[in-house]
């Protein structure tokens, strides 16, 4: 099951949820615009470093393929994106206040042999999603540290402001990387399927058998039986 935080979003919903907003910008620099500024001077390290993984496991991954080793490493490859978008989640629920639900695990310790659980890992929707945020976010992480290290020397004064607008933009991002695929994955099938067939549905039960006449039946037909067989005799005489 996933892990939940202690005021999550409902579900369905990817606004912020009331623990989720900061108080209004000011000019004076409170504790809220400090930690957004933290957040974004850390987004350059932050997306630099999920850029270059992404490119390093696209690039060996998807160029390996011919060999054997190829789609394993891209596997493992998309299991170290979902730590890396773990690690962002987290960095936005200490530096910006978001609360967002972690997305389920994958379910590889249930047997089924290799090939399905290289082939679940191969389609898992969280990772590749994770992929293509780390993809195209240096650019935002650039523009993020530029901005707000030029503004703490020369705009130092609406600083906040500007600070709050694109940590807001950060939020937004956060948020929208929640999608139906990030919902607990319910287990009780996957437990009653056994550890064979993850996920499928329990066998039916047999058909109970047919019940056999009981005693006190079988009396009954028998003192019928014999009434007839009275009334027939009597009849004849």
Not at 127 to 147: E, M, Q
Not at 167 to 189: F, G, L
Request: aromatic share 8%; no cysteine.
């Amino acid at each position: 099951m996933t892990e939940r935080l202690s005021t999550p979003t409902p579900r369905g919903n990817t606004g912020a949820a009331p623990g989720d907003r900061p108080p209004p910008a000011r000019f004076a620099y409170d504790r809220h615009t400090w930690l957004e500024i933290a957040h974004l001077l850390a987004n350059l390290p932050a997306s630099l470093l999920g850029f270059v993984y992404v490119v390093t496991m696209l690039f060996t991954g998807v160029g390996l393929t011919v060999t054997v080793i190829g789609f394993p490493l891209l596997a493992a490859g998309l299991m170290g994106a979902r730590q890396l978008g773990k690690l962002e989640r987290a960095r936005a629920r200490a530096l910006l206040g978001v609360r967002v639900d972690e997305p389920s695990r994958l379910p590889l310790r249930g047997g089924g042999g290799f090939f399905p659980q290289l082939w679940m890992a191969l389609k898992d929707p969280v990772g590749w999603r994770t992929v293509l945020y780390d993809f195209i976010r240096l650019p935002w992480g650039i523009l993020t540290f530029v901005t707000t290290l030029t503004s703490l020397f020369v705009l130092w004064p609406v600083l906040p402001f500007i600070a709050r607008g694109l940590a807001n933009a950060d939020r937004a991002m956060v948020r929208a990387r929640r999608s139906p695929t990030h919902e607990p994955v319910p287990r009780v099938a996957a437990r009653a399927a056994g550890p064979g067939r993850r996920g499928a549905p329990p066998p039916a039960p047999p058909p109970p058998p047919p019940r056999a006449p009981t005693a006190a039946l079988a009396g009954r037909g028998v003192a019928v039986a014999q009434l007839e067989k009275n009334l027939a005799a009597w009849t004849w005489n």
